[in-house]
């Protein structure tokens, strides 16, 4: 089905702009624009408005179009075998790099296609619909990279993102400890300088990619009697460095291909250019990452949660009790109905998330909202779906069962449900 979108109209921007200005000569195509813009009835005008739209560009419905035909052709086609094996998807991995979708966020400057955030967010749900393990690996390196991005220097992102973009690698993020998930200020991992380098030590936990990274993402304890927002820093580490030991591949309940290990640094040297912005700001990068990868995930769980729908749908016109498709039942109907209401609204709240990062503004308040809206209307349509198949639906020779056990980590990874609510009435005594 044709998702929609809430972008702005771009090519119409510098028109208006210039317009507005008074900086277009008479005789310009651009005034020439904005004047007829001016004439027309109401709904023609809209097409000269760079207000609300909720068609994709041209480039976006590419994108969409690229990421869709591999998901429903390469992806799907072995999706339950890898939830069975629980085997690392590298060959798919590989797949989208070769197509140009992995790393899409790394700017050309660096090799990279320089895709905004929304573009990222029409890959991640499509990728998702084809088995959301396989995007979680995916949206990995995303995560990890974005702090690079965010904070990095110059000659960090050459080192570090450039590559990336060449050949296929993998990077993670590590932040969560055994002891801290929610709570990021109960981290215990502890960094000491020491001249022009660092001490590194502590546990990370359910680090996904840690098992197939070259670095990794940590954030670390540097001043102890300081708060959170002053006390930590944040540090590349290499995975082939000294002390860096990755732990045994956790089997999860869903996302089963996903690599999800602990990360243990023992007296790891980490040289002070490899240090992510000032020391005391690593809070502060490790929160704004989130607000830009916030959206990417909920995409993905709109991406299950529409996989959800229409195997159920598909399945409720096959079959059939008292002498008619169960679809034509009014519990089932509506059960089907309030299930698209709820993903037609996550995907626009997760595209105005995004749309706000790519107008370079503060996306906090909507990336909670979004993700807490994704993760719930998932959990609910993979649920829903298992009961429109019955007993079959309990079976692993459907889809939906695999679903169902995938669904759930959204509401848990990259922040809870219950913080994504914590964020928003925080935001909202700011906002009112």
Not at 248 to 271: A, H, L, W, Y
Request: glycine fraction near 8%; aromatic fraction near 8%.
């Amino acid at each position: 089905p044709p998702h929609s979108a809430v972008s702005p109209a771009r090519p119409m921007f510098s028109l208006r702009t210039l317009c507005a200005r008074g900086l277009a000569a008479a005789s310009s195509p651009a005034l020439a624009a904005c004047t007829l813009a001016r004439t027309l009835p109401p709904v023609q005008r809209a097409l000269y408005s760079t207000g609300v739209s909720f068609e994709l560009t041209d480039e976006q419905k590419a994108i969409q179009h690229l990421a869709r035909e591999f998901s429903r052709n390469e992806i799907i086609p072995v999706a339950a075998e890898l939830d069975r094996t629980m085997e690392y998807p590298r060959e798919l991995l590989k797949r989208t790099h070769e197509l140009g979708l992995l790393n899409c966020e790394i700017p050309e400057e660096y090799g990279g296609v320089g895709l905004h955030c929304q573009e990222s967010c029409i890959i991640k749900e499509e990728l998702a619909y084809g088995c959301s393990g396989v995007s979680t690996a995916f949206e990995a390196n995303t995560l990890a990279q974005m702090p690079v991005l965010l904070a990095g220097s110059h000659e960090q992102k050459l080192k570090y993102l450039a590559p990336m973009t060449e050949e296929v690698s993998f990077c993670a993020y590590g932040v969560t400890e055994p002891g801290a998930g929610s709570d990021v200020a109960n981290i215990q991992t502890k960094a000491v300088k020491d001249g022009d380098k660092w001490i590194l030590n502590g546990n990370k936990m359910w680090i996904t990619n840690s098992g197939v990274a070259s670095w990794f993402f940590v954030l670390a304890r540097t001043d102890a009697s300081a708060s959170a927002g002053r006390g930590f820093t944040a540090f590349i580490v290499e995975r082939d460095w000294e002390g860096v030991s990755v732990g045994k591949k956790e089997i999860n309940m869903g996302q089963r291909c996903s690599d999800t290990r602990g990360v243990t640094f023992e007296n790891v040297v980490i040289p002070d250019a490899n240090r992510l912005g000032a020391e005391g700001q690593g809070f502060k990068i490790a929160m704004g990452a989130f607000d830009r990868t916030r959206p990417p995930v909920a995409a993905g769980a709109v991406g299950v949660a529409q996989r959800a729908l229409e195997e159920a749908i598909k399945y409720a016109k096959e079959r059939k009790t008292m002498g008619k498709p169960i679809i034509e039942h009014q519990a089932i109907a509506f059960m089907l109905a309030e299930n698209a209401a709820n993903i037609e609204a996550a995907r626009l709240m997760t595209l105005r998330s995004a749309w706000e990062v790519d107008q370079g503004r503060r996306n906090t308040y909507y990336a909670s909202i979004a993700k807490m809206l994704a993760s719930e209307a998932c959990m609910k349509a993979t649920t829903d779906a298992v009961q429109v198949f019955g007993g079959a639906g309990f079976n692993t020779e459907y889809p939906v069962e695999k679903l169902m056990r995938d669904a759930k980590i959204f509401s848990l990874y990259e922040g809870t449900t219950q913080i994504q609510q914590l964020i928003i009435s925080r935001e909202l005594a700011h906002k009112y």
